[in-house]
């Protein structure tokens, strides 16, 4: 059935993944919720409760040998992600809480010392909150205006109203998201970069989406700021990351302040510490650092190339299936996509549909998903969302299919 | 109305009546059911201004009086939520303000409906059942003026 996996692979994949073996209401757990928080495999279980038994200590300053460790773990993710991601140096890679943390970290520090009253941000419609709130929260501070770049009826963003924006506004950034979470397309951010650099404005790009689901190289989409987080990528809760360039690190100022982030203190002054540590106040979630290298361990035996190609497959089954069926209509239908289906019922609720397919055991997104603009731009006030991940089956997403066929009966 | 009308007396007619279903399908199609016999909220009403807040779908409550009575009208546009908010409208609405306020309302446990309470819930049947009983609770305090909340 799968051109990347044979059946005894897919087992073994999903063999795992403890959780897969749950019953939800009496039934097999179908688990299509992969957008807001993937899944994590034994393997990341063990070896964050492994750091706990056995290597715990805070990092960095000690010098005991178990703080050594703790400090080994936690700054050679910093060294994997950084290999992940293509940065230039491990010093681009700083760690927060998540990509919204990530975020709101260049707001408060790039954002504050670069806009001025009369800058200009673009921000696509389609932003999960994380990457237009904090804009807008800033921007109520500075007085600098936010202008949208429009969506299409597709679902993708309309290239041509941007490079006008562009023209028009000259900005200063773009905010833009690499794939959406609501619609799952993914957009073309390496040509969106290099138009926006032609007119001088630097580019975010909200990878939470993208770097769990294809390889994602920072210097051939040529951004500025990429920002993701761990728990949607077989990791952590708690852990995200923010990329920049290692000039613009340089230049911006702390944010939070606190131990870690400084070079010396003293009540007639304090000086700072380098990046990426001066944007790391306090102590870091360095138990999701050993979580984090089991994941990308993960993620790397499988090859992400393998997983993007799976995913695609389920993909094109999902939309096979569920657009086959009457009264459903699929939003989202850009050619790009990875894997999530986003979509509305004739005459049902989102909400309604979501109790059910819950009541069969298959756990689905249904509501705004943090993107009220996107779903505006649509006209609904919510959509029912199936996300996949590399161990998602054709057999799951027809027991979708079949579950939404035996709601309409009840409910339409 | 008869003297054994009272909020528990409610309770347990509803309770009775769900003890039919072993199915959660039946049990969903019979609040559904429930949400179809509701009569909705005056069009002045159907604003933000009176939406409960907290839900995924939207839920809209118009309270009044009747007499020394509190009467409640609502509203949803998801049939679940719908079903849910008829179950509280029929079970609360026409009582004395106190004993609204008062209710432990542990029919929803006895129903199979307790998760549904959760604030977490998207439903917002929580949000809900608490304005019910800010507008008791504000009435109440009011004494007998009898008038009219808009
Ligand atoms: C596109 C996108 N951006 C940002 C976020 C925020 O991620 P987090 O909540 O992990 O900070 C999400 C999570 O849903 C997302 O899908």
New binding site residues.
């Given amino acids: 059935m799968s051109a990347v996996f044979s059946e005894a692979e897919i087992a073994e994949i999903r063999g795992r993944f403890p959780i897969l073996s749950r019953q939800v209401h009496g039934k097999p757990l179908v688990y299509l919720d992969n ?2 928080s993937s899944q994590v495999p034994s393997s990341v279980i063990d070896a964050m409760s492994d750091f706990e038994r056995n290597h715990r200590a805070n990092v960095h300053r000690g010098v005991h040998k178990l703080s050594q460790e703790a400090t080994e773990v936690h700054e050679g993710v910093r060294d994997r992600v950084a290999s992940l991601l293509g940065a230039a140096c491990r010093e681009e890679i700083v760690f927060a ?5 990530a975020i709101n970290l260049v707001a408060c520090t790039w954002g504050a010392t670069n806009l001025r009253p009369d800058s200009v941000v673009l921000v696509g419609e389609l932003e ?1 909150h ?2 237009l709130v904090p804009w807008q929260i800033l921007s109520s501070r500075i007085g600098f205006r936010i202008e949208k770049i429009p969506a299409l009826d597709d679902a993708s963003l309309d290239q041509a109203a941007y490079r006008a924006l562009l023209e028009r506004h000259h900005p200063a950034l773009v905010a833009v ?1 690499h ?3 609501a619609f799952g397309t993914v957009h073309p951010v390496a040509d969106m970069a290099s138009a926006a650099h032609a007119h001088g404005a630097l580019i975010l790009v ?1 990878g ?2 993208s770097v769990p689901h294809r390889s994602v190289d920072v210097r051939a989409l040529d951004c500025d700021f990429l920002a993701f ?1 761990a ?2 990528m077989h990791g952590p809760t708690g852990l ?1 990351v923010l990329w920049a360039r290692k000039e613009l690190l340089d230049a911006m100022p702390p944010w939070q302040g606190g131990g870690d982030m400084i070079d010396k203190v003293s009540f007639s002054g304090t000086t700072f510490h380098e990046p990426p540590w001066r944007f790391e106040a306090g102590t870091p979630h360095y138990v999701a650092a050993a979580g984090l290298h089991a994941a990308l361990d993960f993620l790397e035996e499988i090859g992400i190339g393998r997983v993007h190609a799976r995913e695609q497959e389920l993909l094109a089954h999902a939309h096979e299936v569920l657009g086959a069926i009457p009264g459903l209509r699929i939003l989202g239908t850009a050619p790009d996509k990875e894997g999530v289906v986003s979509f509305v019922l004739d005459g049902i609720h989102h909400y309604d549909a979501g109790m059910f397919l819950d009541q069969m055991g298959i756990a689905v997104r249904t509501g705004h998903h ?1 993107a009220q603009p996107a779903m505006e731009r649509f006209g609904v006030t919510g959509t029912i969302r199936a996300s996949f991940s590399v161990f998602t089956t054709e057999e799951e997403i027809d027991r979708l299919a079949a579950g939404v066929v035996r709601l309409q009966r009840v409910l339409a | 109305m008869t003297a054994i009308d009272t909020i528990s007396q409610r309770e347990a007619e509803v309770v009775e009546e769900f003890a039919l279903f072993d199915e959660w399908l039946d049990k969903y199609e019979h609040i559904i059911e429930l949400g179809k016999s509701l009569s909705g909220v005056d069009p002045e009403f159907r604003t933000d201004h009176w939406k409960v807040k907290g839900c995924q779908s939207q839920v809209w409550l118009q309270p009044g009086t009747e007499g020394d009575l509190v009467v409640f009208k609502a509203d949803s546009d998801a049939a679940i939520t719908k079903g849910l908010v008829a179950l509280m409208v029929r079970v609360l609405s026409g009582q004395p303000a106190e004993a609204i306020a008062r209710a432990p309302l542990g029919f929803l446990e006895s129903i199979g409906l307790r998760e549904h309470l959760s604030p977490t819930r998207a439903n917002g049947l929580a949000s809900m059942v608490k304005q019910m009983k800010l507008y008791a609770a504000a009435m109440s305090g009011r004494g007998n003026e009898g008038g009219q909340d808009g």
Avoid at chain 1, 97 to 101: K, V
């Fill in positions: 957008a807001a809480r998540g990509a919204t943390e999960h994380a990457n998201q794939v959406s979470n909200d939470a989406q987080s728990h949607k995200g943090c």
